[in-house]
């Protein structure tokens, strides 16, 4: 509210101690929101989100490491099965092993569970 609006209500006969309890609230209401204009700057500062070659930077190790992850697991999990060995003692390796061709079905129920308990989690948060 300014100060004319509050003058305004002065002339017409309100009382003094409604008016200087009324300015109290605008100039709380208007530090409260200073105050959180300040500290969206420095969160917004702190996470990097204003600078954007450090968003791209980050969204493109990302998906090399998603590519990169992708590729190995596939690797693992099926193309070592159907491909005779191949002489590199690593890849071989990878090849012999059972664990990751079990990983893989047995990872399913876990994932569907901590995908519904995510979900439920966020229905928890926004309706309360």
């Known amino acids: 509210m300014d100060t004319a609006r509050i003058f ?8 003094r101690d409604a008016i200087s309890e009324r ?7 208007q530090r409260l929101e200073e105050r959180n204009r300040i ?8 996470q990097g989100a ?3 070659a450090m ?9 090399v490491f998603s590519a990169l992850c992708l590729l190995m697991s596939t690797y693992a999990i099926a193309i070592s ?14 090849a012999d092993d059972v664990y990751y061709c079990l990983l893989v079905p047995l990872i399913i129920i876990p994932s569907v569970l901590v995908v519904y308990l995510n979900w439920l989690g966020m229905k928890f948060y926004r309706h309360n």
């Open 8 to 15: 305004r209500k002065m002339s017409q006969g309100t009382s």
């Open 23 to 29: 300015v109290r609230q605008v100039r709380e209401k």
């Open 39 to 46: 500290l969206a700057r420095v969160v917004l500062k702190r």
């Open 50 to 52: 204003g600078d954007p």
């Open 55 to 63: 968003r791209a930077t980050c969204g493109l190790a990302l998906i």
């Open 81 to 94: 099965k159907i491909i005779p060995k191949t002489g590199v003692w690593f890849l071989d390796l990878v």
